[in-house]
């Protein structure tokens, strides 16, 4: 198999900036994020944690949603509430740019 096997429907390339963070809550859950940003996104972020390899594209209004974090990162509803602080400072407003 080479390259021309395969149907590239998007294929592109940018500069990011990440930021790996490690912490523990007052819960005493901890936290290992890697949190990318780019204009891929329309201004979200992509959060991965590096511990349990597990991805979401958020913005301010997925910490807003029920249950968004609890199901992605696969915590509870205390935990979440504690991720969600900390992402809330992070994150920042979405800027929609085309």
Known sequence: ???ADFDFLSDSTEQTTTRFVTFVTPGLKRFD???LSTSRFYGK???TDLM???SAILGPDDLEAE???ESVFQINEEEAAELAQFLTLVLGA???TD
């Open 52 to 54: 349990f390899g597990r």
């Open 33 to 35: 994020l890697a949190i």
């Open 45 to 47: 972020k992509l959060v």
């Open 1 to 3: 198999m080479n390259i």
């Open 94 to 96: 979405v800027n929609f």
């Open 67 to 69: 249950g968004v974090l």
